[in-house]
């Protein structure tokens, strides 16, 4: 997946727009949860990721919020029905 994800970086020709959460929450998450990486794979990986943007012009943004409360609800809520549909989604394969 991180050869993916450097892949999709190095041909991208965007806006120029990075959205701080598809860098860095996202990957971080999925690497600390579901691949149980240690800190030294996930710094390799950023590492990577800046060689991947390395020469384009680009700026990560980061959406700030004047009611992070009910936003961390909104975010539970989408997440919990993430998984849910992940788990159905195995169990309909199996």
Avoid at 13 to 25: A, L, R, T
Avoid at 27 to 53: C, N, P, T
Wanted: glycine share 2%; with cysteine; hydrophobic share 35%.
């Amino acid at each position: 997946m991180n050869e993916l994800f450097c892949r999709r970086l190095r041909n991208w020709n965007g806006d120029k727009n990075i959205f701080e959460c598809s860098i860095f929450q996202n990957f971080v998450e999925d690497m600390i949860l579901f691949q149980k990486a240690s800190d030294q794979l996930i710094v390799d990986f950023y590492k990577d990721v800046r060689d991947a943007l390395s020469g384009k012009e680009y700026r990560i943004m980061y959406l700030q919020s004047d009611d992070i409360s009910s936003n961390i609800d909104i975010i539970r809520k989408e997440r919990s029905d993430v998984y849910e549909c992940r788990i159905r989604q195995c169990l309909y394969f199996f």
